[in-house]
């Protein structure tokens, strides 16, 4: 298996973690709490893509087919992600909650999107880092 490269991922994470660290500093009321909520959001739904490729690459050793695995959706991706040993079963059913909590406001960009997306990202971090803590390790044992 060639190396996974997490370079966009990680500069996304940075982002995400930045941004939602300076979230703190403003009111609700400052314009920059704007910014820097909807970079959050922004950062929060390109790693839930970039995740679900990344796994795609990472389960490809143990597809004999691997267009089988082009054709999964998000949550069969994480479900085989669990199977053989890249996530627990746990991980799985947050990764579910986030991909979930997405689409269900993918087309409501208000207060209330923003919101619930901000209650998720303390434990999507955890989360998105230790996928590619998980992915890293794929590499080095490659």
Request: overall charge negative; aromatic content about 12%.
């Amino acid at each position: 298996m060639s190396k996974i490269n997490l370079e966009y991922f990680t500069r996304c994470m940075n982002t995400l973690e930045k941004a939602f660290s300076s979230l703190a500093k403003f009111s609700t009321e400052d314009e920059l709490y704007d910014i820097y909520r909807a970079a959050c959001v922004k950062e929060f739904e390109l790693i839930i893509e970039q995740s679900v490729k990344l796994l795609r690459r990472s389960l490809k050793p143990y597809f004999a087919l691997p267009r089988e695995l082009d054709t999964m959706n998000f949550k069969d991706v994480f479900r085989s992600a669990s199977k053989h040993g890249l996530l627990s079963l746990e991980e799985t059913e947050r990764w579910f909650k986030y991909r979930d909590s997405r689409n269900e406001t993918a087309h409501d960009y208000g207060v209330n999107f923003a919101n619930e997306t901000l209650s998720l990202i303390p434990e999507f971090i955890i989360d998105a880092n230790k996928l590619a803590e998980t992915i890293e390790a794929l590499n080095e044992a490659a």
